[in-house]
């Protein structure tokens, strides 16, 4: 009988495999509370015709409800994010819009700014990012690091997710990104 290989595992505690979205709060544990923070762009390229943008597990603090939890509870982490890109076409795009393409990657460092879709190429996880199509991409926190609370006074940066188009026609609005964090907040003041 073959012996089934073994996979390495880390303990429960070092890396977060839940949803990304929770339809409500967590009230399984009294001692934390678990609740999605959106936020949205449009994305536009540049002069230069380039499409790009790194989000960051600190850009937590940006989004809308923020400031309401950080005045409630001293510590937070981010289990997880999402990032959805969808086109301003529905699917029909508009002929007189040049589309372009590039790629789209998480990343599991404090910080990355890829100069050009070669860059995110290098990454494991990339996937592609045409303009003319919709696409969701996932990062989750992995690692004692990651799964550490922050203060939620000063948010820090464990990774994120990144994208990087060329090609695309200048100055023009190509679609929207919905970003959605999963953060879990403890310590109510």
Request: net charge positive; aromatic share 14%.
């Given at each position: 009988?073959?012996?089934?290989r073994m996979r390495n595992r880390l303990p429960k505690?070092?890396?977060?495999?839940?949803?990304?979205?929770?339809?409500?709060?967590?009230?399984?544990?009294?001692?934390?509370?678990?609740?999605?923070?959106?936020?949205?762009?449009?994305?536009?390229?540049?002069?230069?015709?380039?499409?790009?943008?790194?989000?960051?597990?600190?850009?937590?603090?940006?989004?809308?409800?923020?400031?309401?939890?950080?005045?409630?509870?001293?510590?937070?982490?981010?289990?997880?994010?999402?990032?959805?890109?969808?086109?301003?076409?529905?699917?029909?795009?508009?002929?007189?819009?040049?589309?372009?393409?590039?790629?789209?990657?998480p990343f599991h460092t404090p910080s990355w700014n890829p100069t050009s879709p070669d860059?995110?190429?290098?990454?494991?996880?990339?996937?592609?990012?045409?303009?003319?199509?919709?696409?969701?991409?996932?990062?989750?926190?992995?690692?004692?690091?990651?799964?550490?609370?922050?203060?939620?006074?000063?948010?820090?940066?464990?990774?994120?997710?990144?994208?990087?188009?060329?090609?695309?026609?200048?100055?023009?609005?190509?679609?929207?990104?919905?970003?959605?964090?999963?953060?879990?907040?403890?310590?109510?003041?």
């Amino acid at each position: 009988m073959a012996k089934k290989r073994m996979r390495n595992r880390l303990p429960k505690d070092t890396h977060y495999n839940g949803p990304v979205r929770l339809p409500t709060a967590d009230g399984l544990n009294p001692k934390t509370i678990k609740v999605n923070l959106t936020q949205s762009v449009f994305v536009t390229a540049n002069g230069s015709g380039i499409i790009n943008n790194s989000w960051f597990t600190s850009d937590v603090a940006s989004t809308t409800d923020w400031t309401q939890f950080q005045q409630v509870y001293a510590e937070y982490r981010v289990l997880a994010m999402e990032v959805r890109y969808f086109n301003h076409y529905n699917g029909a795009f508009d002929s007189g819009l040049s589309q372009a393409s590039g790629a789209v990657a998480p990343f599991h460092t404090p910080s990355w700014n890829p100069t050009s879709p070669d860059a995110v190429f290098q990454s494991n996880a990339w996937k592609p990012f045409y303009t003319s199509k919709p696409f969701t991409v996932h990062w989750k926190a992995y690692g004692t690091e990651e799964m550490q609370f922050e203060q939620t006074s000063s948010p820090l940066s464990h990774g994120g997710i990144t994208y990087y188009v060329d090609g695309a026609q200048a100055g023009s609005s190509y679609g929207r990104i919905v970003v959605t964090f999963l953060v879990e907040f403890k310590d109510r003041r």
